[in-house]
């Protein structure tokens, strides 16, 4: 059977693959959560022929044997499951049904995308050279930690020898795909800061220790690492987001906090940024009298993507799409994605398929009002079964 013939049967199921991928969005599920949609993807998958095994709790592993013994090792596909802590702002039919729960990073569709690959790759099984491994991973937006970790922990890549994953995104055209070598997506520290000064009288600041005049230094002093410090070596980005200190007009309070994100593309660039935070904190902490408690909370890991993977992506992408709808463009991007746990533990590659619409306003991953655009289903899919063509020589 020629792999033309998947090309047909996602266009069969494309009417499906739309309703499931809608079924899962008013039903969404946070990290771990997933048992819902673990047993929606498992009656799906053994429709089509698979004996899927349980990962990471809520996650599900499943492999499509060649037809023919083959000695390579096997690729594997991943998609994330998970939805976000987010209140869904909408009057689409098929809006959340929980409360404070909703897809809005468009792993539902991420989901429904592998779905179309499972059915289309499982009716072509002559035509495969080695073992497919699907992932469906849950837990990625890290709400309870990651679960790409813990799948990984639990064996999910044994066997394997390249994975490849893939995220829709507002900010890159409709159809378009982007792919690069290298990192494509940023480490995250979260940066927690308290200082604790004296309190008292605001008419009478000198029998204080004023941990609000100290709080203001500390954001200067702390924007100034990267901006004063790094120029853009290595795309290190820190920002404070947060402040807190104080309740009234009259009163210097006894403690402030903050708190901020530090992401950056470079191992070793993240070393020195950490410890330059450290001192900061520590010599603003100083100057001003106050008694700094610092902690720095490591995200994600940077996203390495393999060069040779990175590649046969965008051969397999050119292919389908046409060589001017796929580029580098816009990468690495500063999100962070555990994805970066898979990439780590064998070579793989993670690419970006555009969804924003021309003459309209997209909204981004995580906003209230993000949908996943379903069109993007079955060119999502196309892509994935043709990079499994170019792995199955
Ligand atoms: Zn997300
Ligand atoms: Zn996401």
Redesign the pocket.
Known sequence: MPWTRSDELLDELEERLVEVRRDLHKYPELGFEEHRTQALLRAWLQEFGYEPRDCAGTGLVADLEPETGSQLPAIALRADIDA?PIQEVSDLPYRSEHAGVAH??G?DGHAAVMLGVAAALASMRGQLSRRVRLLFQPA??GVKGGGGQVMVAEGALEGVSEVYGMHNWPGFPFGELRIAPGPVMAEEHTILLRLDGKGGHASQPQTCRDPVAAIAQMVTALNSITSRGMGHVGGAVLSISCIQAGDTHNVIPGFASLEGTLRCFDENLRDRLLERVREVVAGVASAMQVEADLQLERGFPILHNDKACAEHVRVAAERRLGADRVSAEGLPLVASEDFSYLAQAVPGAYFFMGAGREGRETPS??HPEFDFDDELIPIAARVFLEVVRERCP
């Open positions: 976000l809005k990073c792993h990625e937006e991953c995580h």
